[in-house]
């Protein structure tokens, strides 16, 4: 058992958090935001991550779990994880503000090790061990919104990088989890994180591009992506087409490896063109909705059904379906959003968000998927179908029935499938 310190309560810090102290180690978890802390120390936990509020109620009730505002409650433990936002600077760049107030705030013991699980740019650890003094290792996340527990106890892998020993104690930590540990340098443990990130966002944005491709020669992107999947070295995940990819990780994560690349003097070309891909598939979708509305926008009114960049969060942050909605706005659209994630009925941006799907689609001409959530599945389209104006869905992440949907007379416009199936 170890003494733990996380700085930060977002979804990577408490999930490191509670599930550290589930793995029976004591854990003091500082965040700068009170209200959080009071929340969180009351068992309260306002992500919607499963299995993650048992975890830290099961961690405060056994005391090996406390929440504080105080950053010196950190001090002199064995173990400071290093867990908050790196959002990326104007110039794509991370913005290391809070990784150094962490440090500033910081007042190790004689075994403190620094662990930065924080996304930052290559180079960064080497640095903070070098001002420090004290021992730094890299720990890279890969905890995916919505899964962040199950990720956390069952990784693909764990990436320390840094100098043993402390290498060896923070792999020590993660024992009982029995996942292949990947122990390097600071360097190779910073990039290896953004590596595959941008790996992710460039299988994406290339399936994508695929979809398209299947638009204008009437070949089915799921039999073209059955295909793909089939040989191991591709295999089946992140090949669904859909309005973009965003939240919190892959659009940073991607423009701070570029700006990573430009002050190497590397070019990261592909990269830089999946980005540029990521863009024109917002516009894309667009010009679907555009086609499938009868050729204009201009007071058109759009139902959209999502709002968050992915189901099974309530993120909206770099969302794909709201950059989808700008650019709807900004040609004169009328937008109704509804999204199970997203409660409330405000605005969110241009979207006039509804609790009730049928207030989305009513008088829509057209009804846009932008999220693909579950539940739409079983939505009643009948209804839908007699309070919208239209007659068409663009389904932008393929979770609708078309043969359904026409039962409900519902035409289906899907990405990656010829027009009017
Ligand atoms: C990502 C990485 O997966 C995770 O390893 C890292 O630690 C944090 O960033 P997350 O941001 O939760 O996790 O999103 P992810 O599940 O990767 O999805 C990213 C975007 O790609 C979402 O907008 C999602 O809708 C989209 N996506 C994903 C697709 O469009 N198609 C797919 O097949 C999969």
């Known amino acids: ?25 004591d854990v003091t978890c500082a965040e700068v ?11 309260e936990v306002a992500l919607g991550e499963p299995d993650l509020a048992p975890l830290v109620r099961d961690g405060l009730a056994a005391g090996r779990l406390r929440f504080t505002p105080d950053p010196g409650a950190l001090d002199g433990r064995e173990f400071v994880f290093a867990c908050v936002p790196t959002p990326a600077g104007p110039d794509g760049a991370a913005d290391l503000g809070a990784v150094e107030a962490v440090l500033a705030a910081l007042h190790p013991g004689p075994h403190t090790v620094l662990v930065v699980k924080s996304t930052v740019p290559v180079g960064t650890c080497a640095r903070i ?40 104690r923070v792999a020590a930590l993660y024992a009982d989890l029995g996942a292949p540990v990947v122990r390097t340098d600071h360097a190779s443990a910073e990039l290896g994180k953004y590596a595959s990130n941008a790996f992710l966002a460039l299988k994406l944005s290339y399936v994508n591009l695929l979809a398209r491709l299947c638009e204008r020669t009437g070949a089915d992107i799921d ?61 894309h979708v667009v010009a679907r909705i555009r086609q499938a509305a009868g050729g204009r926008l201009d007071g058109v009114r759009i139902g959209l059904f999502g709002l968050t960049f ?8 770099d969302s794909p379906a709201l950059a989808v909605a700008a650019r709807l706005a900004a040609a004169g659209a009328v937008l109704t959003g509804y999204d199970p994630g997203v409660t409330g009925g405000d605005q969110a941006g241009p979207v006039q968000r509804v609790d009730d799907p049928v207030l989305a689609a009513k008088g829509a001409r057209v009804l846009v998927v932008l999220t693909e959530w579950p539940e739409f599945g079983g939505l009643d389209w009948s209804q ?19 043969a359904a949907l026409r039962g409900s007379g519902l035409r289906c416009l899907r990405l990656g499938h010829p027009a009017g199936e």
């Not at 170890?2 to 309560?9: L, N, S, T």
């Not at 935001?33 to 068992?43: A, N, P, T």
């Open 1 to 25: 058992m170890a003494a733990v310190g996380v700085a930060g309560a977002g979804y990577v810090g408490l999930t490191t958090a509670a599930c550290l102290a589930g793995l029976g180690h």
């Open 33 to 43: 935001d009170q209200s959080k802390v009071d929340q969180l120390s009351r068992g």
């Open 129 to 168: 061990a070098e001002t420090a003094g004290i021992p730094v290792v890299s720990n890279p996340e890969f905890l995916r919104e919505g899964h962040a527990v199950h990720d956390f106890r069952h990784p693909d892998r764990i990436l320390l990088g840094g100098e043993e020993p402390a290498v060896a």
């Open 223 to 283: 039999a073209v992506t059955r295909t793909m999947s089939l040989d191991e070295r591709i295999g089946p995940h992140f090949l669904h087409p859909g309005p973009g990819w965003g939240g919190s990780c892959l659009p940073k994560d991607t423009s701070a490896l570029v700006a990573t690349g430009a002050a190497a003097g590397v070019d990261l070309t592909i990269l830089r063109s999946a980005i540029e891909a990521n863009d024109r598939q917002h516009d």
């Open 310 to 317: 992915k189901a099974g969060t309530h993120d909206l942050r």
């Open 384 to 402: 839908l179908a007699a309070v919208a104006e239209g007659d068409v869905v663009v389904d932008t992440r393929g979770v609708l029935d078309p």
